[in-house]
């Protein structure tokens, strides 16, 4: 939050307090949704906080809803961006995730959607976890709906072994 404070100053109070709230509000699932993509919480923290700086250059963005729409394309475009920066420019992951949050949910879950590529992962996360539909999906990643569809699709069919079918019973 102190590096939103530094560039939030030109806010009248009353737009740095919606911000703030905003922060309270969708910083936590936004770290979740970015550390699934990228594997690393600590560069999540990074990711989701860039995205933060960017809202504050923007704001007022909207209504609730258009502000964890905005935050959603923004920080898994920012996700993505940096997991092709790192497979150009072949960097290793340097250190192991502190995922234990996920991994105790459910590890063969986990390491089947960290399996996917960031594209698939982003859309998986974003109709599932936050529902929103294929067309908004598309619209948020600036790619065509069958793009999205057949990323799903593809990503449905690598992690039907980890999760179980109940489709052939």
């Given amino acids: 939050m102190e590096k939103l404070a530094t560039v939030a100053t030109g806010l009248t109070a009353v737009e740095a307090r919606d911000l703030e ?38 704001w007022p963005i909207g209504a609730g809803d258009d502000v964890a729409r905005w935050l959603a394309a923004v920080g898994i475009r920012l996700a993505i961006d940096e997991m092709r920066r790192r497979r150009r420019w072949g960097f290793l992951q340097l250190h192991e995730t502190d995922a234990a949050w996920a991994m105790n949910t459910d590890p063969d879950l986990w390491r089947a959607i960290s399996a ?13 976890l936050d529902g929103y539909t294929q067309e908004e999906v598309a619209e948020a990643l600036g790619v065509a709906r069958g793009t999205v569809s057949s990323w799903l699709s593809r990503a449905r069919d690598r992690l039907r072994p980890a999760i179980g079918s109940t489709a052939d019973e």
Avoid: K, N, Y
Avoid at 21 to 39: C, D, E, K, N, Q
Avoid at 116 to 128: D, G, Q, S
């Fill in 116 to 128: 996917l590529e960031p594209p698939a992962r982003a859309a998986l996360l974003l109709t599932i």
């Fill in 21 to 58: 709230t905003a922060f309270s509000v969708h910083m936590p699932w936004l770290h979740r949704r970015i550390t699934l993509i990228v594997g690393d919480p600590e560069e999540a923290q990074d990711l989701a906080q860039e995205a933060f700086a960017r809202a504050v250059e923007r």
